[in-house]
């Protein structure tokens, strides 16, 4: 459709809204005649077609009637009515639906902007996770602490801040092991952790954690007090002993049979 004639449908639009405002306005009233087209497109500066088509539009709502012979007449005022009606409802949903129309288009343009910043930050994110963790192999060296336990009693994590995804011994590969998973002499651990917690397990592998440590200073308090324990009892006569004590408490023969005289 070419731009003149977009432009007189809206024209011819236009001016059947207004003969229709006219009439619920009275000032064309039921049976009257209104000016015929050659006077209409007159009146409102257009081609007679242009008035054709308005008058059609109400013929068709029942808004008047073009009787040949007798021109253009008023049929209802009411009819009048509910078309203004109709169209001021076709109206506002023609502009809801523009607007509709313009909301998904910003909506898409949000949503493309979302998911570019959300790559991006997924990119930084793991760039800078990769900056601060690093994977490494360290060996349980020999007489280390760890040989014999099991990855729930050392606490790696939570001593060093390094976690254990894997495990390599005598060739075979054993990937995220278990809390009961014991360690060895020799395994090479692979963990993760950033600089300083890798830092710290390499100290922890031949110094053991510091709650070791006092438990071995507490042992080794307790085994030479128990030492020095026995060495006293050991020159005293050990008053505990079942065997002594059950000695002492035996009558000897003489006082048994003064008992039983």
Request: proline share 5%; with cysteine.
């Amino acid at each position: 459709m070419s731009k003149r004639e977009r432009g007189a449908g809206a024209r011819y639009e236009e001016i059947a809204v207004d003969i229709a405002r006219r009439i619920v306005n009275r000032e064309y009233r039921e049976g009257d005649r209104i000016l015929g087209r050659s006077h209409l497109a007159g009146t409102y500066k257009v081609s007679p077609e242009t008035i054709r088509r308005a008058i059609a539009i109400l013929h068709d709502h029942g808004v008047v009637r073009a009787i040949p012979g007798s021109g253009i007449r008023v049929v209802s005022r009411e009819l009048a009515a509910e078309f203004l009606e109709s169209l001021q409802t076709t109206t506002a949903l023609a502009e809801l639906q523009a607007e509709m129309t313009e909301l998904l288009a910003r909506r898409r343009e949000l949503d493309a902007r979302i998911e570019e910043v959300g790559a991006r930050m997924a990119a930084l994110t793991s760039r800078a996770m990769a900056a601060a963790r690093k994977v490494e192999e360290v060996e349980v060296p020999p007489g280390s602490w760890l040989v014999g336990r099991t990855l729930a009693s050392a606490r790696l994590r939570n001593h060093t801040g390094c976690t254990v995804i894997a495990v390599f011994r005598k060739g075979e590969e054993l990937y995220s092991p278990g809390p009961d998973f014991t360690l060895e002499e020799g395994d090479l651990l692979m963990v993760v952790g950033s600089a300083a917690a890798r830092e710290r397990l390499q100290r922890l592998l031949t110094q053991g954690p510091p709650d070791l440590a006092a438990q071995g200073e507490g042992a080794s308090q307790a085994e030479a007090s128990a030492q020095g324990e026995a060495a006293d009892q050991a020159a005293l006569g050990d008053p505990a002993d079942p065997v002594a004590v059950a000695q002492e408490q035996e009558p000897e023969p003489e006082q048994a049979a003064r008992a039983s005289g």
